[in-house]
Structure formats: C-alpha cells, structure tokens
C-alpha cells in the first residue's frame, strides 16, 4: 500500500512539472549594444577599458593624441595676437594736436587779456576826448587796437577749433582702420571655438552606463575617425527576443504583462516578470534556431520582450514565455 502512495506522488508531480513547461514561446535574451567609435584620428594615449567591465555614463576611458589639433589652435590664437598688433593708435598724433591746442589756448588767454587792457585804454582816451585832453587820431589808434586784437582772437579761436576738429578726425580715422584690422579677429574666435570642440572629440567616453562586451583596440594604436574602439551595452533590461505563431496573435499585444522563465539547472527555472514592446508587422519564415508552439507553423511573427535584469540575465541566454496560465482562454 504504502509502495502504491509513494508511486502515485511521484507520478503527480511528474505531471506537474511537464505542464509548468509548458511554454508559449522561446527565444534567446539580447541587449542594446552600442559601438563607441573614435570620434578623431590620431595615436591613443590611453584607454582603460576591459570586457566585462561596467562604465558610468559620460565616464572618461581615454584619450587620442590632440597634438595636431592643439597646433591648430595654437596657429589661429597667433593670428588673432597678430591681429592686436597690426591695429593702430591714434595717440601720438592727438598727443601733438592737443600740445597744439593748449599753445592756442594760452595764446587766446594773452590775447584777451590784451583786449581787456585796450579796452580799458580807449574808453579812458575817449574820456579825455570829451574833455579836450585828447586828440581825436589817439582815440582812433585806441580803436583800431581794439579791433585787431579782437581779430587776432577770432583767428586764434578759429585755429583752435580747426585743431580740436583735427583731434576728432585722427580718432575716426584709427578707428576705421582698426574696425577694418579688428573684423579679422571675430572669425579666428570663432575658429578657436571650433576647435576647442574638436578637441573634445580625443576623449574616449563612455555614451552609457553599460558594460565592455568586447574591445577592439588599445594604448598605442592608431585610430581613425569612425573606428570601432569598443562595444557596450546596457545591462539593466534586457531583450527577449521570441517568434509566435499566427493563432497566437490574438494572445499578445504590445504592453502586456507576461512571465518569463529562466532555466536555474538541476530542473529549476526562474520566473521573472516581462513586458511586450513590440510585435512585428510582418511574418517571416521560423528560423531555424527557434523552437514554437507550433513547429509545424512555416510563418511567425517576431516579438520582443523587456526584462528587467536581477543579475542573473546574460545576452545569448535561453528565455522561456508564457502569455497566460495554461487551461485559460
């Protein structure tokens, strides 16, 4: 009897485990995989990468020789120097006019000091006229003084005005011609601007918090523009990537929760929660390498799953789906 209860337990849980394998789909796990390429030509200086390896986002990993172009920014910063010191200064020469205009100045000073004195010269001579102690020729002369220092100061004015406008003038001037000499500088900033971009393009960064899969240069090598330096991915949610069958279709839609299962050994599994992101469009003939539900199903429909990863996921591991319990419709 208890031979007949032992072998019926055993017979039950047999059973058990061969209808919880039974799975709706099969596929194989992928990632993202990004290739980071050199973005410069030149020798590289350094580059701590390893497979296996897990990388921040933005983490400098390396560098490419700049030499060349730092040279490059080296030259155009000479130029702009070059630049400052073709401009000209209008200073020696307003320097000259301004000695110039306060010799003028002095002198406008004497000469109205001069006309104060013959004013008051022939107003006192025109005094001694109206009492007859003057002669008529004296308060003539006093006149005439008065209007040829007055002449003289109207000339000097004129002369100082004439030097003020000549002051002016050499400022416009040095002014246009630096404007000229000067619109030379803005595009080599520009230039330098430029470059200093492309000097961002030696550093080897990581684009991704990811892991090294694979490293196909090191310190020392040559690298060229749009070469493969390493690939890496983001190891975080990983692809299920699966083929269903056409009376499966109306099983799945994008956004739908599933389970997945991953195969532990010793006739474990693993079950991990997952989500349709896309379906295709279109059928293709079942690959060879892929196991349906239907094995005689000639046509699928490729699917993919995002997983979210424990640690346990690894890209090129077998995953297992179910779409729903097994007896519901």
Known sequence: MKKYILFAAVLALYSCKNSDQNYDASGTFEADEILVTAKASGTIL?????????LAAHEKVG???PKNVELQKEQVIASIDAIDQKTNSALPQIQVLQTQVSAQSANIGVLQAQLQNAVRERNRTASLVAKDAATKKQLDDAHGQVKVLQKQISAAQSQLNILQQQISTAKDNVSIQNRAILSERKPNEKKVEQIDELLKNNTIESPISGMVLAKYMNEGEFAMTGKPIFKMASLDTMILKTFITG???PQV?????VKVYIDLGDGKTKELPGTIYWISSKAEFTPKTIQTKNERANLVYATKI????????????YGDVRFQEPGKK
Do not use: C, P, R, S
């Open 306 to 317: 995002h997983v979210k990863n424990d640690g346990f996921l690894k890209i090129g591991m």
């Open 247 to 249: 009376d499966q279709l």
């Open 63 to 65: 560098e490419i020789d």
């Open 46 to 54: 350094q580059l701590d990468v390893e497979e296996g390896q897990q």
């Open 253 to 257: 839609k994008t956004g739908q929760k």
